[in-house]
C-alpha cells in the first residue's frame, strides 16, 4: 500500500494528498482514499479504484483543513471491496482518528479477542482498522493519555510490519514497526514556518516539491503539529528490516532508499547478475517496466547490446495486483507486445526482476517463440522466491510459488527458455552494499524477521 499525510494549513491539503497518491499508485490500485482534518471535522472520501477514478475536481474542493491523510490499496490476503478502503476514521475520547497503513499485522487473532473486550460486536475488520480501533482503546481507557500516549500503547501490542500515517484534529503522526519491515520518510514543504509531509517513498514528495528530510526510523513515531516536527522512539528492540522486495522491485526507481535511486540498486542487480551467469546472445532487454534496470545493467557488464524486445502498454495496470488468477492470465496479454521483426531470428537474454508463480515468464517466452526468437535466456535479479511474505507483499501462498516446489532445471522447462539463471541471495544482497543483517529476505530464505505464529503459517505454508 501507498501511504500519505501532511500538516500544511496554508496549503490544499486535499490536492497535495491527491498528487502524492497519484505517485504512489504503483503501490495498490484496489482502492484509494483521502481523510482531512478541519480541526475536529474529519472528512473522508474513499472507494474502489484508481488515484484517479476515485478523486475528481469536486470531490476534492469537499475535503478542506489543514491536516491530510491518505492511502492506497494493495490487496493482500484479504479480501478486495470498498470496507476495506482506508484511511479507517475511528472515533475516541480526544477526537476522531484518520488511519492510514502499509504493512500487515501477525497477531491480528490476539488483537481481535483484546478489542472484543470492549466491542463486543466487532464483526470484520482489517489488520489495519483493528490498529486504529487499539489506539482508541487505549485512549479511551485511561484519561490521564494524550495522543502520542495513546498511540504508543497501542503500538506496542501491535506486530508485524506497520508504516503508519495517522491523522487527528491536532496534528499527524507517521510511525514505523520496529523493524522498520515497510519506508516511510519524511519530507519538507519550501515556506515559512517548515510544513512536514510524510510518505510511502521519496517519489510522493517529488511530486509536490517537497524536499526529501530522511526516513522515519524504524520504532520511531514523529508527531507533527503547528508547532513544527516532534520524535519519540517508542520501542526499545530496533532493528533495521527493510523488505529487500521494496529495493528489487516493488518502489518505483526513482525513489530514493540509502541515499540512492532504485533505479541505481537495481542497475548493481544486473550488472552482478552478468558477472554471476554470462550467456552469449544478440543482445538484452528488460520485461517493462520492473526488468528494465537490471537489463541495462546486465548489457553494461556483459557488453551484449541493449534493444527494446516487448512494448507495454502503459494503461493496462500491474498485471500481479489483479485479484484472481484468470484475470492475471488475461491481463499479462492485454500488457506486454513483441517486437516481431526486432525479435526475428535472433538469440535473446530477457531479464526480469522475480519469478513468483512463473506465469508471466511462460506466457512472455511462449510470445518470444511466436515472434521468432531463436533462442531465449532468462535472467532474474533476485533469488528464487520460495517462502510467502507475511507483511504485506502478496506473493501468495506457498503452493502457489514456482520456486518452492520446482528447482531451477524444472522450472526452466515449464516455461520453456532455452537457460535460466536466478541472482544468488548473495549477491543480491552485495549490491545494496549495506550490512547484510539490515534486510528482510524471507521469501528468498524463510528466516522471518518478526516470528509468525503458528495458525497463521499453516494459512500460507505448505
Ligand atoms: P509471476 O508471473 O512469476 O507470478 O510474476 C512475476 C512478475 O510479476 C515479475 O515481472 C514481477 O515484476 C511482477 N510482479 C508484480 N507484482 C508483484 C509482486 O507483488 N510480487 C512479485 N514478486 N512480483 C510481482
Ligand atoms: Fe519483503 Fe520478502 Fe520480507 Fe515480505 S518476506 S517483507 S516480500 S523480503
Ligand atoms: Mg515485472
Not at 482531512?36 to 475528481?56: A, R, Y
Request: aromatic share 8%; charged share 20%.
Amino acid at each position: 500500500c501507498g501511504v500519505f499525510g501532511i500538516y500544511a494549513p496554508e496549503q490544499d491539503v486535499a490536492r497535495l494528498t491527491y498528487f502524492g497518491l497519484y505517485a504512489l499508485q504503483h503501490r495498490g490500485q484496489e482502492s484509494a482514499g483521502i481523510a482531512t482534518f478541519e480541526s475536529q471535522k474529519v472528512h473522508l472520501h474513499k472507494d474502489m479504484g484508481l488515484v484517479s477514478q476515485v478523486f475528481n475536481e469536486s470531490i476534492l474542493d469537499e475535503l478542506p483543513g489543514n491536516i491530510g491523510v491518505g492511502h492506497t490499496r494493495y490487496s493482500t490476503t484479504g479480501s478486495s471491496h470498498k470496507a476495506n478502503a482506508q484511511p479507517a476514521v475511528v472515533e475516541t475520547r480526544l477526537g476522531k482518528i484518520a488511519l492510514a497503513h502499509n504493512g500487515n499485522l501477525v497477531n491480528t487473532l490476539d488483537l481481535r479477542s483484546q478489542l472484543l473486550e470492549d466491542n463486543h460486536n466487532l464483526v470484520t475488520t482489517t489488520d489495519s482498522e483493528m490498529i486504529a480501533l487499539a489506539i482508541a482503546q487505549e485512549i479511551n481507557k485511561d484519561k490521564n493519555l494524550d495522543w502520542l500516549e495513546g498511540t504508543v500503547r497501542a503500538l506496542k501490542r501491535c506486530k508485524g510490519a506497520f508504516s503508519l500515517v495517522i491523522g487527528t484534529p491536532e496534528g499527524v503522526m507517521g510511525t514505523r514497526d520496529p523493524n522498520g519491515i515497510r519506508p516511510l520518510v519524511i519530507g519538507t514543504l519550501p515556506g515559512n514556518p517548515v510544513r512536514y509531509v510524510l510518505a510511502s517513498e521519496t517519489c510522493g514528495l517529488d511530486i509536490i516539491g517537497a524536499e526529501f528530510l530522511r526516513d522515519v526510523q524504524p520504532g520511531e513515531l514523529v508527531w507533527i503539529t503547528e508547532e513544527g516536527l516532534a520524535s519519540y522512539h517508542w520501542n526499545k528492540q530496533e532493528q533495521r528490516k527493510l523488505c529487500i522486495f521494496e529495493m528489487i522491485y516493488f518502489a518505483r526507481p526513482d525513489s530514493m532508499m540509502h541515499n540512492e535511486t532504485l533505479y541505481s540498486y537495481r542497475l548493481r542487480l544486473g550488472k552482478q547478475l552478468a558477472a554471476e551467469s554470462a550467456v552469449d546472445a544478440d543482445f538484452v532487454f528488460g520485461v517493462p517496466d520492473s526488468g528494465i534496470p537490471a537489463a541495462i545493467g546486465f548489457s553494461e557488464a556483459s557488453g551484449i547490446p541493449y534493444s527494446e524486445g516487448l512494448i507495454k502498454n502503459r494503461y493496462v495496470g500491474r498485471t500481479f495486483i489483479q485479484p484472481t488468477q484468470s484475470m492475471r492470465e488475461s491481463g499479462i496479454r492485454m500488457k506486454l507486445n513483441p517486437l516481431k521483426d526486432v525479435l526475428d531470428g535472433k538469440r535473446v537474454v530477457i531479464v526480469d526482476d522475480s519469478i513468483v508463480r512463473g506465469t508471466t515468464s511462460r506466457k512472455l517466452v511462449k510470445a518470444l517463440r511466436d515472434a521468432g526468437v531463436s533462442e531465449v535466456h532468462m535472467r532474474i535479479s533476485s533469488p528464487p522466491v520460495t517462502h510467502p511474505c507475511f507483511y504485506g507483499i502478496d506473493t501468495d501462498t506457498q503452493d502457489q510459488l514456482i520456486a518452492a516446489t520446482k528447482s531451477v532445471e524444472e522450472i526452466s522447462e515449464q516455461i520453456g527458455v532455452d537457460s535460466l539463471a536466478y541472482l544468488s541471495w548473495e549477491g543480491m544482497l552485495k549490491a545494496t552494499q549495506e550490512d547484510t543483517n539490515t534486510f528482510c529476505s524471507a521469501c528468498f530464505t524463510g528466516d522471518y524477521p518478526v516470528p509468525v505464529p503458528d495458525r497463521l503459517k499453516a494459512s500460507k505454508l505448505m
